[in-house]
Nanobody, 123 residues
Framework: QVQVVESGGGLVQAGGSLRLSCAAS????????MGWFRQAPGKDREFVAA???????VYADSVKGRFTISRDNAKNTVYLQMNSLKPEDTAVYYC?????????????????WGQGTQVTVSS
């Protein structure tokens, strides 16, 4: 069992930055791939970024070049640095953990989810 807790959301103006954190506890953190997803009102949960246990990363096209995912295995924490934020980035952001070493962009491939943190970008 892995517990994940997100933090760092908030209200920011367009063009601004936020850094989300996801603290994981339980099983050995380094054995898990980690992902960030988001869900806007009335829309399906969508993939944002993921990182393998070894640090390999992948991004959705909509955030590529603006967002950076990273992990600190010593702190059991994964981060999402979000720059050049746009109003369309407004959503609840979720952190998720996946057993195994490889990342995935599919919601169904992740085993443990946090409660989410709200990110609101004003125009």
């Amino acid at each position: 069992q892995v517990q994940v807790v997100e933090s760092g959301g908030g209200l920011v103006q367009a063009g601004g930055s936020l850094r989300l954190s996801c603290a994981a506890s339980g099983r050995t953190f380094s054995n898990y791939a980690m992902g960030w997803f988001r869900q806007a009102p009335g829309k399906d949960r969508e993939f944002v970024a993921a990182i393998s246990w070894g640090g390999s990363t992948v991004y959705a096209d909509s955030v590529k070049g603006r967002f950076t995912i990273s992990r600190d295995n010593a702190k059991n924490t994964v981060y999402l640095q979000m720059n050049s934020l746009k109003p369309e980035d407004t959503a609840v952001y979720y952190c998720a953990a996946r057993r195994g070493i490889g990342w995935s962009y599919l919601v169904r491939d992740y085993d443990y989810w946090g409660q989410g943190t709200q990110v609101t970008v004003s125009s």
